[in-house]
């Protein structure tokens, strides 16, 4: 699976420098036109709905690669390759302090959606807003939970989850992105006596983009 997604990465990203590369030969501008790669790196701030610990306390990495696609001058489509981790957590800090209350989650994902560019910039040659919407479909290959009234839990293997963000551009091919998500499936199916509950997760990202 490793070996895949590598191999998966290394398409994502090769493919749109190649596009890039012939627009650039026909003298079109910078601005967003054909394929264009961004790297993507930052942190999410999620919960799990239904675990009795409220709010975005745990802190998981976001990383990864998306291509865009330019349909017009303001709109176009996106695909991502993601490693995060999502989860539950009492503590606002990277490693809790008592890691028994901790749900850890692994996954691979792939966004896919679109976009509108608004507030066109001369002097980055680019527009300063972006509104990206997205379905996310995601792999979970990891798990750790640290909780004793959970450890029975089931766990889905796949997670469907829209988002919505924010991306407000530094530079020509640097800027900043806020998204909120918030999953379609069930995460967990935990067993409370007769009763079974089912944990969805939410979360809040920021991260650092740089376009190749």
Same mark, same amino acid.
């Given at each position: 699976?490793?070996?895949?997604?590598?191999?998966?990465?290394?398409?994502?990203?090769?493919?749109?420098?190649?596009?890039?590369?012939?627009?650039?030969?026909?003298?079109?501008?910078?601005?967003?036109?054909?394929?264009?790669?961004?790297?993507?790196?930052?942190?999410?701030?999620?919960?799990?709905?239904?675990?009795?610990?409220?709010?975005?306390?745990?802190?998981?990495?976001?990383?990864?690669?998306?291509?865009?696609?330019?349909?017009?001058?303001?709109?176009?489509?996106?695909?991502?390759?993601?490693?995060?981790?999502?989860? +539950?957590? /009492?503590?606002?800090?990277?490693? =809790?302090?008592?890691?028994?209350?901790?749900? !850890? &989650?692994?996954?691979? *994902?792939?966004?896919?959606?679109?976009?509108?560019?608004?507030?066109?910039?001369?002097?980055?040659?680019?527009?300063?807003?972006?509104?990206?919407?997205?379905?996310?479909?995601?792999?979970?290959?990891?798990?750790?939970?640290?909780?004793?009234?959970?450890?029975? +839990?089931? /766990?889905?293997?796949?997670?469907? =989850?829209?988002?919505?963000?924010?991306?407000? !551009? &530094?530079?020509?091919? *640097?800027?900043?992105?806020?998204?909120?998500?918030?999953?379609?499936?069930?995460?967990?199916?935990?067993?409370?006596?007769?009763?079974?509950?089912?944990?969805?997760?939410?979360?809040?990202?920021?991260?650092?983009?740089?376009?190749?």
């Amino acid at each position: 699976m490793t070996r895949n997604l590598i191999y998966l990465f290394s398409v994502m990203c090769w493919l749109p420098l190649q596009s890039k590369l012939i627009s650039q030969g026909s003298n079109t501008k910078f601005i967003d036109r054909g394929f264009n790669v961004d790297l993507v790196a930052g942190l999410n701030f999620s919960q799990l709905d239904g675990d009795g610990t409220a709010g975005y306390r745990h802190i998981g990495l976001r990383a990864g690669t998306q291509i865009s696609y330019a349909l017009s001058p303001t709109y176009g489509t996106v695909l991502g390759l993601f490693y995060e981790e999502k989860g +539950s957590s /009492s503590n606002l800090t990277f490693l =809790s302090k008592d890691p028994s209350e901790d749900i !850890h &989650l692994q996954y691979v *994902s792939i966004p896919v959606g679109f976009y509108k560019d608004t507030g066109y910039r001369k002097a980055i040659d680019r527009h300063r807003l972006r509104i990206q919407m997205e379905v996310s479909i995601s792999r979970l290959f990891d798990i750790s939970i640290g909780r004793e009234d959970l450890m029975d +839990s089931k /766990s889905g293997t796949f997670d469907i =989850s829209p988002s919505i963000g924010f991306t407000y !551009h &530094l530079t020509r091919r *640097s800027g900043m992105n806020l998204r909120i998500e918030q999953s379609f499936t069930n995460i967990l199916d935990v067993n409370q006596g007769t009763d079974q509950i089912s944990l969805r997760s939410y979360l809040m990202n920021i991260q650092y983009l740089y376009r190749l």
